[in-house]
């Protein structure tokens, strides 16, 4: 936090103040419990903590088994620089998922479960697993960082020595916990639009995530640039964006097959909210980005690179979050837009990630170069220039795909109403119940033994008691007289009970029925 | 083994006298939440309702599946399939992840949103009577026999026979015998199913197929893929090995070549040598 | 509709980020940046097109006109980080392959840097005299010690190491570094430590060192290799 701190007012101010909602929402969340912290209902269970958090949180952190695999396990020396602040963004990104799971859980202490109680034939099981294992692997690459700055040689040989292992085991969980969030979607075939249901879905969200964590990756540079004037490894980071070209190409090859495959392809052309919305994560992660990064002029440039990674980002967090919360509304029946709770809660937690990210990178030696960028600065600034270079291209490509993919969104939102509505209602008509009437078979007479000074024994009929054109069991068969109990064996309470105006007398009031305090023979009859 | 129970609900008997869910909500001890029962919803509290849809009155509850989703999904087995028939909830397993809410085919799981230690709540086809002898609640108060407790393969023969009896006035399906795997509720009506709110473009087969097919290939998937990535390792960090080795042998042979012709006097002549020549 | 808002959401932040920026820059405000701990890796370190290095690590320039621009590399210089004077040789002497050329000073303890080539020297770099850390930041251009006119320059060069062939040996001699860093103790006030799995160390390690470290590091970094000196 320090380093927000000492940064120029303007982002340290919107930082306390996302701070003190954040906090003022975990208490609420805390003390007042789900219902009265999120717009989540029993229609819609999992939200924007899950579908983005969890989800979004999970994919952007793809970065570090990607680059890890590149560097370790195919000994691409070239990526070695890099492979640091991915992997603490990989592992800042893991305990920022544990953190939104706190919230998310019903029972958070009880997160530790899985540990011991096993059911293999869940797909949570395996997330909640890979989430374990994978932040403990994370933790252990990212632990010589520390372990430098406090100087612990015999730690630091050990894991130097455990290095590869834990690589490969990192990749595996990765890969596993990746596919996995899109298994947990493959078993609400009836209720995931069938634009994003599939049986493919982990392999989606795998490749996806490849694609994702290289432009993560690209994306961090450029914060770290902005924030520490770290300097950019063009050069590196160019090669990255020919690999989420690669991993883009597979991803719509296998996209349009799934979909046409499964006769589905002409749903995304179809004017509904959800095929806006597909068209929409479409262009903004995949073919934008995929025309952007395969031009060569385009990848080696700051500003071009900045854009295509924003790009694949933006888009990949769509396709998520339709995954999630777009794909699953019109089935649930209910629209859902997170509680302010929810969404401070969010920001709060993004915002202890790049405060975290900062902190790191002051404290532990994570950047591996000491030279700062002194050339005017790519990104952002360099539009003050916009006709210079490279730039007006990225400019008007770009510009033509955020705007289209916006616009697209925009018209989804247009046919929202219309489409969520045109899911299947339940139309209400007067019931036919000849049948079950002719069926009808009424409880067996009460008889109410003789009480002291009573006139008599009192025999309950049902078959005098009911509405044979509408029977209605519940007008009485509430409190107190249980339906259960009466139908066991007659209890027999205090004679004044029955009278009052909660038993008998509550219809034996003389204007609903006759006074069950003046005509004591209609029921009494000795 | 134990013979497993169910209930055959039939949509044509039903005349709406709610006596199932008063019963229902007396027996699980649940406080009143509608101020008529045909306008209740499911939830936390309420676990079965009558619902007037499609000219009938049709029962909401709890399918109790043969494979059930809900249980499949549960990544503690907080909810479980017996073999009587219910599937029941492990309370103290639970840790809220709400999985079964999303998962459940028939939307039957509901939370307790306004608590603060929340748990999961829906029909458990009153176990404990079961486990007694008893029929479950619903099915005891029914006045029309419209719901019926009974042995699972026994109810299905009842159905059938309904149906034979009856060809011309009922859908010819019963409602929960394929569905998702089949299911310990049955549902009979003499008007499309989906008209009552059960949707019929359910898969037939049990939808924890859906994902074990995935899950089962971990740990081959580990096995194969940590062997993969380290014969990778090994190939490449070798192929290194031997460009490291070649570089030291021509290093070497390179020294030798030149201390053998270039440079034959010994260093030390200098006069700053001994400087470096610390031991 | 979430996806959308968040979306959005995103690029707002961005917008206003650009804008902060953009106010900062006309301010003429630029941010305080953190002092970041400087660590190196040299997988990264390119060595300019052209220029030959030596086993002794100092590295050598052929100029046009015959003349041979020579300086200490950068691997020695990060290694050595603070250097308080230059030893600059004479103008005019003679040094053959493996004699000391110059030396260096950091807190009273010496390298000696040996000569990569034959010749005499014709010019030194009088800059490093008033400001020895002058080559700092460039080793191969602003950190030139001297020049010098070689003799049988066809046979010496053969020894030298220049293109792959010298990223190569760098590679291994970081390698080198990184065991001999490994057995030194470190004391608690070093600037930082080794990395054992990165490759990455910080820059000027040796300040913090000891003088056998020293001793050991001039003598088996800094050598002519000739196994007949040994």
Known sequence: MKWSIRRPGFWRLVFLVILGAGLYSTIVRFTGGLGASTALSDAFPWGLWVGFDVLCGVALAAGGFTLSAVVYIFNIERFRPIVRPTILTAFLGYLLVIVALLFDLGRPYRIWHPLVMWNPHSVMFEVAWCVMLYTTVLALEFSPMVFERLRLERPLRILHALTVPLVILGVILSTLHQSSLGSLYLIVPEKLHPLWYSPLLPIFFFISAIALGCAMTIFESFLSYRAFRKRLEIALLADLGKVIVVALAVYLVLKVQDLAGRGALAQAFEPTYEARMFLAEMTLGVIGPMLLLSVRRIRTDHFGLFVSALLVVLGFIMNRLNVSITGMEASSGVSYFPSWTELSVTFMIVALGFALFGLAVKYLPIFPEMEREVAPPPAVAVLRRPWMGTTPLVLTLGGIFFVGALGLAYSGLLHRERTLASWPRLEEEEPNIAEGLERLNIPPDVTFPQGEGSLGPVTFRHASHIDWERPDCTVCHREPFRILKIKGSAPSPPARDWHDARHCGRCHDGKTSFSAHEECTACHQP | ?279 | MVALFVILTIIGFILVDSVVQWAEARQGRTARLPALRPTLAFETTSIPAGLFLDEGHTWVRLEPSGRTFIGMDEFARRAIGRVDAVELPKVGATVRRGDPLFAITQEGRRAVFRAPLDGVVTAVNETLTRHPEAGRLDPYEDGWVCTLMPKNLAAHLRHLFVAEEAQAWLRCEIERFKEFLTWRPVPPAALGHVLQDGGQWTDGVLEALDEASWEEFTRTFLRSPRPAER
């Not at chain 2, 090994?234 to 440079?263: A, C, G, H, K, P």
């Open chain 2, 1 to 279: 083994m134990v013979s497993q129970k169910g209930l055959l609900f039939d949509a044509t008997l039903c005349i709406g006298c709610g006596a199932c869910y008063e019963a229902c909500k007396e027996r699980n001890r649940l406080p009143t939440t509608a101020t008529h029962f045909l306008e209740d919803r499911l939830s936390d509290q309420t676990y079965t309702v009558v619902k007037k849809r499609g000219g009938r009155f049709v029962r909401q509850l709890c399918m109790h599946c043969e494979v059930p989703t809900c249980a499949s999904v549960c990544p503690v087995g907080a909810l479980e399939k017996t073999a009587p028939g219910p599937v029941i909830y492990h309370e103290e397993r639970c840790i809220g992840c709400r999985y079964c809410m999303l998962a459940c085919p028939f939307g039957i799981p509901k939370y307790e949103w306004r608590k603060i230690l929340p748990r999961v709540r829906k029909c458990d086809l009153c176990a404990d009577r079961l486990a007694a002898g008893r029929p479950t609640a619903c099915a005891e108060v029914c006045p029309t026999g419209a719901t019926k407790f009974g042995d699972r393969q026994e109810l299905i023969e009842e159905a059938r026979a309904r149906l034979r009896a009856h060809p011309q006035k009922y859908v010819p399906r019963i409602y929960g015998l394929e569905e998702v795997g089949g299911t310990s509720v049955l549902l009979l009506s003499d008007v499309p199913f989906e008209r009552l709110g059960y949707r019929t473009d359910l898969l037939r087969e049990p939808l924890p197929l859906l994902t074990w097919q995935v899950l089962q290939k971990i740990p081959n998937f580990v096995i194969v893929g940590s062997v993969l990535l380290g014969g990778i390792w090994w190939i490449t960090n070798r192929r290194q090995e031997v460009q490291r080795r070649e570089r030291e042998e021509r290093d070497r042979r390179r020294s030798f070549e030149e201390s053998s012709r270039d440079l034959p006097e010994p260093p030390g002549s200098s006069s700053t040598s001994d400087l470096m020549d610390s031991p």
